[in-house]
């Protein structure tokens, strides 16, 4: 396979704390031998476990972003044993027009692994962390939260996975991210999912979906800032005590969790995320948008348990996700 154009302006073998780019060539109109530079941190100090952070995986998702600016200026290379490489916005471009996909080549990162060195912007930088990030990983942490379309219960995911030893591995995992809950995932459209490509190099590996909307809150924030910082002891980086509270830990067994809208209208929540709902009971309502008089149509829980995930947007089109349901463990 051709080498990756992407070159990083920091070392990822000396000690200390680098702040640089992966710097991916990009001619374009405004710009003509012009780059896209996405922000990297690396913190080394000897020999160690090495742990890579991503954030920005989907570029309107917040809080990976801002515990990772956070962490990447806090972590003292004299208090970790290893190494910690943090890319706060892992696809730039996405990040910088604040949308899920890439507005360059309408890339979902999260499905363009394996990626192609002589692809698009967005499969060049999967193929960047599969054959040069991943490979150099012993732990790998990937913050999501629901963008501008969906809000979630702040949750760490962990997946079940053939080789038990790595799904043991990653559930120990997410429960040392200790966020309010823990889930164990299950993916609706996992191909060229970055989790995949991760796990299938033996990789320890958690991802969360920590709220959503677009934005972040305080409360969401700290889930992801505590994470990083216990992820980081449990993996023998760093000195310390993890801050630990409880966790309720949830399963997503099979395809019922989701319940999908077959309407395209004005959109009723008729559950707040966290409520338990029994199968076959409403979890939304669906109203027409274009005149007085029409009977709304209710979906239904298609499992029983506690809504984990729900639309955001007031208007809801054919297709849209409306609400997730996971089961207590
Ligand atoms: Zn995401």
Redesign the pocket.
């Known amino acids: 396979m051709p080498p990756s154009p992407i070159q990083p302006t920091v070392p990822f073998d000396e000690d200390g704390t680098h702040h640089g780019f992966l710097r991916l060539p990009y001619s374009r109109d405004d710009s003509a031998w012009g780059s896209v530079m996405i922000p990297i941190c690396v913190i080394r100090n000897g020999e160690g476990p090495t742990a890579l952070f991503t954030g920005g ?2 570029g309107d ?1 917040y809080e990976g972003p801002l515990a990772l600016q956070s962490l990447a200026r806090a972590l003292d290379p004299a208090r970790i044993s290893g190494r910690v490489i943090i890319v706060p916005m892992m696809n730039y471009p996405a990040f910088a027009a604040g949308t ?1 996909t890439s507005p360059i080549d309408a890339g979902n990162l ?1 499905r363009s692994f394996p990626g192609s060195p002589t692809g698009s912007v967005t499969q060049k930088i999967a193929d960047y962390f599969q054959r040069h990030l991943v490979p150099m990983a012993d732990i790998v942490l990937d913050m ?4 501008r379309t969906l809000d979630f219960l702040p949750f760490a995911a962990a997946h079940i996975l053939p080789d038990k030893a790595q799904e043991d591995a990653c559930t120990a995992a997410m429960r040392a991210f200790n966020a309010p809950y823990s889930v164990r995932m299950l993916e609706i459209d996992s191909a060229g999912m970055y989790d995949d490509a991760v796990e299938a190099q033996g990789k320890t590996f958690v991802t969360t ?1 920590l709220g959503g909307g677009g934005m972040s809150t305080p409360a969401s924030v700290a889930v992801a800032r505590k994470g990083t910082r216990n992820l980081l002891i449990h993996a023998g980086i760093l000195d310390g005590t993890p801050e630990l509270a409880p966790s309720v830990e949830l399963d997503m067994p099979d395809g019922d969790c989701f319940t999908f809208s077959e309407a395209t209208g004005l959109f009723e929540p008729l559950l707040a995320l966290g409520a338990r709902v029994e199968k076959g009971a409403p979890l939304a309502r669906v109203w027409s948008a274009d005149r007085t008089g029409a009977a709304p149509v209710d979906y239904a829980a298609r499992r029983s348990g506690i809504l984990v995930s729900r639309h955001v947007p007031g208007l809801v089109k054919t297709g849209d996700c409306m609400g997730v349901v996971a089961t207590e463990l």
């Open positions: 995986n989907h998702e899920r999260n999501h939260s629901g963008g979906e």
